[in-house]
C-alpha cells in the first residue's frame, strides 16, 4: 500500500535513509518531514506492507522558466534491501511517473551515484536515460 508520509514514519525513514548512505539523520527527521508535507511542490510517500514500512519515495515539482512544463525530481527512492525486486520499486516510479503528468510535468529526473549500480539498472529498465553533467557546490554552514 503507498500511502502519504506521516511524522509519525520518522524512525523507519532514518533506517531507510542510512541504507541510502545517508547517517545520522534522526536529529533533524521530524523537522524535515514536517517541512515537507507543508510544501506544496513536494510530496512524500511511504509504502506499507504487512504494518511495515518498507519503502520511501520523495519527490519534488520545479516549474521551469524556459519551457512549458515544469519537471519532477525524485529527491530520495528507497525499498528495504530485504524487500527488493518484489516490484515495489516499480509501483512507485508508476506513481512518480501518474503524479508528474497530472502536475504538467515534462520530465522525471533523477540523481543517482555512480556507486549505486543495481540502481542504474533499475532506472534503465524504467525507460529512464542517462544525463551524464551533474554539478554540486556544497555550502557548509
Known amino acids: 500500500m503507498i500511502r502519504e ?9 532514518v533506517q531507510l535513509l542510512e541504507q541510502l548512505g545517508y547517517a545520522d539523520t534522526h536529529s533533524f527527521i521530524h523537522v524535515r518531514i514536517q517541512e515537507l508535507l507543508k510544501n506544496p511542490d513536494a510530496l512524500l510517500f511511504c509504502y506499507e506492507s504487512e504494518g511495515n514500512v518498507i519503502a520511501l519515495l520523495s519527490l519534488h515539482v520545479i516549474p521551469q522558466i524556459a519551457l512549458l ?32 503528468k497530472e502536475k504538467g510535468c515534462d520530465r522525471i529526473e533523477v540523481h543517482c551515484h555512480k556507486r549505486r549500480t ?3 539498472r533499475f532506472y534503465e529498465r524504467r525507460g529512464f536515460i542517462e544525463s551524464p553533467k551533474y554539478f554540486v557546490k556544497y555550502l557548509y554552514m
Open 5 to 13: 508520509a506521516s511524522v509519525a514514519d520518522a524512525d523507519v525513514i
Open 69 to 100: 512544463g515544469s519537471f519532477l525530481r525524485i529527491s530520495y527512492f528507497v525499498v528495504d534491501e530485504n524487500a527488493r525486486s518484489r516490484k515495489i520499486g516499480a509501483e512507485l516510479e508508476a506513481l512518480a511517473s501518474q503524479i508528474a
Open 118 to 120: 543495481e540502481a542504474h
